[in-house]
Structures are given as structure tokens and as C-alpha cells.
């Protein structure tokens, strides 16, 4: 086992050269997590009801809070035990502003360190991190999902690309990937239909999507074409 800790150790350091530096660039500003219970529709009912002036919170003031909790959210899928933080506060986020595809998208991307963490430890000889890849990838493709319900296909806009350029990258390594993470191809076949309707939306506002849009359909073509042949 203390092998095993140690290979994994020597693979992460391998891979987070870049944490200091994205720590550095995001976490520019301190921020109280019970600043987010201030926020919430609860408490300004209780603190109305008391006489309270913090119902009166500017629209500035709460876009700055939520601006510096996702740059926690994002930092901390860079470093596993801290996942059920940022999925403590992306959920939070998700009660405040849950018209917005952002928390729903930062839960997503920590589900997916997690797998591409679950994988590293596989890699690592680790035999009990395969059963987990699956169900933590599901959980982060339900997350996307609810991020591209909030997007619009039909009037796509440049705040909606991370979204849909973000799904059909996720689509794409889950089919370069199926037979190792033990997915199914039915499965993973109908996230790359949802990921070729996000992503050909993505080209109308930026063509730089091209290649991802031939990706997904090439992976599409090839799962329609087994599942062709054994029927």
C-alpha cells in the first residue's frame, strides 16, 4: 500500500506543476463561505422579518462573492481531497444562482478531475479504482447535462461556449477511453448526439469548434457503425 501512495504521489507531482500558478491567478481575494448563507433567499426572509438591512445587498456586491467562490470551486479540482469542498460550495452556488449553467459546470469539472485522479491511481497499479471511474464520470456528465439545459442551442452566445465545447471534449475522451473507464456504447453514443447538437451550435458563434464537430461525428459514425453490424 505504501508503494502504491508513493507512485501515486510521484504521478501527481508530474501532473500539478501548474496548481501554484493557477492558485495564484484565481484565489486573488480572500472569501468566507458563510458569506454565501447571507445570500441565500432564507436568510434575507428571516433578517427582512427581523428588521434587517441585509436584504438591501447590492447586485455588486453579491457578484463578487459568487465571482470569488467559483475561483475556489475551480482551484480545488485540481487537488482531490479537497473535491467535496468545491462540490459543497458549487452546490451552494447552484441554490443561488441556479438559472446559471456556471455551478452546474464547475460541479462537472470536479467529478472529471476526480476520474482522470481515479485513473492516474489505476495507472498506479491501484485494482480498486477501475469499479469507481464509471459512476464519478455519470455523475459528471448529469452535471454537464444540467449546465447545457441552461445554454441555448438555437441562439447560442460566447458565454455559452465553455459549456458546449467543455461537454463534447468530455464526450470524446469517454469514447477514446470506454473500453478502460467500462462504459457502454449505447451510452456513451448518446452523450456524443447531445455533444454534436452543443458543439455544432458552438461553431455558429466560433469556428475554432470545426475540429471538435468532425471529432464527434467521426466517433459517432464509428459506434453507429458496430452498432449496425451487430444487429
Known amino acids: 500500500m505504501a508503494v502504491l501512495e508513493i507512485k501515486v504521489c510521484l504521478n501527481l507531482q508530474d501532473q500539478s506543476q501548474n496548481v501554484d500558478t493557477e492558485i495564484k491567478q484565481n484565489m486573488t481575494m480572500p472569501v468566507n463561505l458563510n458569506e454565501l448563507d447571507h445570500l441565500s ?3 434575507n426572509a428571516v433578517m427582512q422579518f427581523l428588521g434587517g438591512d441585509e436584504t438591501g445587498q447590492t447586485y455588486n456586491k453579491r457578484k463578487l462573492l459568487i465571482r470569488k467562490s467559483m475561483a475556489v470551486v475551480d482551484v480545488t479540482r485540481y487537488i482531490p481531497f479537497l473535491h467535496s469542498l468545491g462540490l459543497k460550495i458549487a452546490g451552494r452556488l447552484q441554490e443561488l444562482e441556479g438559472k446559471t449553467a456556471y455551478p452546474f459546470l464547475m460541479e462537472a469539472r470536479i467529478h472529471m478531475a476526480a476520474v482522470r485522479f481515479l485513473m492516474l491511481r489505476m495507472q498506479s497499479e491501484d485494482n480498486t479504482a477501475r469499479v469507481a471511474i464509471a459512476p464519478t ?3 459528471a ?7 447545457l439545459k441552461r445554454t441555448s442551442f438555437s441562439d447560442p452566445h460566447r458565454s455559452d461556449l465553455p459549456v458546449m465545447g467543455e461537454f463534447a471534449q468530455v464526450s470524446n475522451f469517454a469514447f477514446q477511453n470506454r473500453e478502460l473507464m467500462k462504459l457502454s456504447n449505447d451510452g456513451v453514443l448518446d452523450n456524443l448526439r447531445l455533444a454534436k447538437k452543443a458543439v455544432d451550435a ?3 458563434v466560433n469556428r475554432h469548434y470545426g475540429r471538435l464537430q468532425l471529432k464527434i461525428l467521426n466517433a459517432i459514425n464509428i459506434l453507429e457503425t458496430k452498432k449496425l453490424g451487430a444487429s
Open 41 to 43: 433567499a432564507r436568510h
Open 141 to 147: 456528465i448529469v452535471a454537464y447535462r444540467k449546465a
Open 202 to 204: 458552438a461553431v455558429i
Open 137 to 139: 464520470f455519470n455523475k
